[in-house]
């Protein structure tokens, strides 16, 4: 793939340059795009001189990336691997590779999938109720069509923050079954009372939450950044962007608690020495896009990226680094 084709990618990435600021990539650099996608860090990883490894579950972004010259020859500078983000570790062993200089993740799901009506990512256009990344496994569809009211309420309550997910539930329950999208956006609509011109349609949340369960992304997220503490050797950095308050409030929380830098104790309390030394440096302030990307790309809005640089102590226990 040249550079000239990457333009016409059907993805713009949000807040490019200021990911490529803070992995600092440099000829010979080793960095894991954990969320291929259309590639388009990638893209600017190798224009930079770096070696990347890629990791995508949806074999459509595999299928897409491997036509790309890098992935061509005896020693390819773009090896993709039709894996989950949570499996990287494991991956990046058996490829015989310990270390890496740089680990880049964009959480959620693309703009190359919510503009494909047959994935069943948006109600912008009716499409099958899918909304699985990995196309396998239980769909949206399955899971509403056979789930009890309760653990539906609670899907969209957990993930999608729904006030309103008891009122929503009962309505998917007694309309099925549902098979596409439009179907389900218009119980939604009706269940909570949409009206045409509001500033947010309120079939947005219950969307996210069932997309996010169908795919455990919350789960994922949490042993991505659990293997990036393993896999970044001293200096390596670790950039995510994120889109809503979820998966921000995972990402900071690891990264506190990683740094050493999680709120003291109470004047009162004496004071109790990590168990841990920090694995990495004291994080960035976080960053948002700015007016002239928010004019060029609107789905940059909510869109916010952190990043940290790995100190050299040890990874932590597994079992002590994230839960989501």
Known sequence: MTQGTATTAPHTPVLLDEVVAALAPR?????????????GYTRAL???????????RDPDAIAAGSRWEETVGDNPRLVLHPRR??????AMHEAGVAQVDGVVMDIGVSSMQLDQPGRGFAFSSDGPLDMRMSQEGESAADFLN?????AIADV????????QSRRVARAIVA???LETTGQLAKVVRKALGYYPGAPKDPATRSFQAIRIHVNGELDELAA?????????KEGGRLAVVSFHSLEDRIVKHYLRDASGSAAAPSRHMPDVAPAHAPVFQRPAKAVRAGKAE???NPRARSAVLRAAIRTAAPARPAAERISA
């Open 27 to 39: 000829p010979g650099s080793v960095i894991i795009d954990a969320t291929f996608g259309a590639g």
């Open 46 to 56: 190798l224009d930079a001189g770096a070696t990347v490894h890629g990791f995508d």
């Open 85 to 90: 983000f949570s499996e990287m570790a494991d």
């Open 146 to 150: 056979t789930a009890s009211e309760e």
């Open 156 to 163: 969209l309550y957990k993930y999608g923050e729904e006030r």
């Open 175 to 177: 309309s099925r079954p």
């Open 224 to 232: 991505a950044l659990s293997a990036s503490e393993e896999l970044l």
């Open 294 to 296: 928010l004019a060029r």
